[in-house]
């Protein structure tokens, strides 16, 4: 391998080739079947999930986004609620709330994590606050216990946003069984994606089951009768038949996916630049492995010039966002959110990633920091 072969941020078709025959047999099948959307793939994907996660109960849906949408609905949030969240997260989570009618309240942050600070959620609580949306970020779990104490506490849900964090653990539980519900998205750069769109909620009490099949699927509770405004929020077989073959592997894509994250922290130990790790409390899937450094346009710098992809997750906090002027948030107010959009940057991680690639941007950080 020469050093300067092209670097990749992701490899999706080389997996994609790895699965290619397993998946096609599954798609003529499905295709003569005769069944195309929330057929027997689709159930026993949500069993085997479920099981997976060690949640007991998943409906899946269209996406990560409407899986946020839908459990919220379910759980009766809307217009003159608020739900507290993570302003440094993708985009979806807050949308979702503000879908619902409800108003995205922000809490700050954690500098290590990344993931939202139970002290400060605890401190945003209100006569409307109706639950606690924190986000699994880049794949690290958020500080679940601390958080039930608080929703507990105040009688308030959690609904966490495991959409980047498959398989990431709190003590021995995986996230999705961890608050009231789970939401996964299955676009295709998550720890487990599809070849489309897709998502799925996870859920220990069975009394939200019957409202999500019924919100997916238009309010509908019997064929062609409605007493509810629901959505057209389904999984197709041909995906639900995908990810099937791909939970049977996640666990060593995962496994793949900490080692990378082992070789960076070795190849960047001397630099004073900060590394994501797993937490005390729990573990980090690195769906993104995301540094943080005040010279970090140095490092992008050094990056550029060397072909190296990466990503800075997320530019402008939440509560910045022109769409949220209204809430009347302004720079400042979340100064832990506000410094880790100054400072962060995402570098290449995917399970087949040569550890030889790892080294190579190491080096080039190491470099670009004297
Ligand atoms: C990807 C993502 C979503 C949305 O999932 P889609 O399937 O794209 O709708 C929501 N929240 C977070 C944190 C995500 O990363």
């Known amino acids: 391998m020469s050093a300067h072969e092209p670097i990749p941020f992701l490899n999706l078709s080389a997996e994609y080739k790895a699965l290619e025959q397993e998946w096609f047999e599954q798609i003529r099948m499905t295709g003569g079947s005769g069944r195309y959307i929330l057929g027997p793939q689709v159930a026993e994907f949500e069993n085997e999930f479920a099981a997976a996660c060690g949640a007991g109960f998943s409906v899946a849906v269209a996406n990560g986004t409407d899986a946020l949408l839908l459990s919220m609905r379910a759980l009766g949030i809307g217009p003159g609620d608020e739900v507290i969240t993570t302003p440094y997260t993708f985009f979806a989570t807050a949308e979702a709330i503000s879908h619902t009618g409800a108003k ?68 021995g539980s995986r996230v999705g069984a961890l608050g009231d519900v789970g939401c996964f998205s299955f676009y295709p750069t998550k720890v487990l994606g599809c070849y489309g769109d897709g998502g799925i909620i996870s859920m220990a009490n069975e009394i939200h089951v019957a409202a999500l099949q019924k919100l997916r699927n238009h309010g509908a509770s019997a064929p062609f009768m409605h007493d509810q405004l629901g959505y057209n929020s389904r999984l197709d077989e041909i995906q639900a038949a995908l990810l099937r073959i791909k939970l049977r592997k996640v666990d060593q894509d995962i496994a793949a996916r900490q080692a990378i994250a082992d070789r960076y922290r070795q190849g960047l130990q001397a630099t004073d630049v900060r590394l994501a790790q797993a937490p005390a409390y729990g573990t980090h899937v690195y769906n993104l492995f995301t540094i943080a450094s005040a010279r970090r346009d140095a490092i992008r710098k050094a990056l550029q010039a060397n072909q190296i992809p990466h990503s800075q997750c997320y530019p402008l906090p939440l509560h910045l966002q022109q769409v949220y002027a209204e809430l009347h948030y302004k720079a ?9 959009s100054m400072e962060t940057l995402s570098l290449p991680v995917y399970p087949a990633m040569p550890h030889a690639h790892v080294d190579r941007i190491c080096e080039i950080i190491r470099s670009a920091l004297g």
């Open 104 to 171: 995205p309240v922000f809490a700050d942050i954690d500098e290590n994590t990344f993931c939202i600070n139970p002290d400060h959620v605890a401190s945003r609580i209100t006569p409307k606050s109706k639950a606690i949306l924190p986000v699994h970020l880049f794949g690290c779990a958020a500080d679940m216990t601390a958080l039930n104490t608080i929703a507990a506490d105040n009688g308030l849900a959690v609904v966490e946003d495991a959409a980047q964090a498959f398989g990431a653990r709190v003590g």
């Open 332 to 340: 400042g107010d979340l100064p832990v959110s506000e410094k880790a």
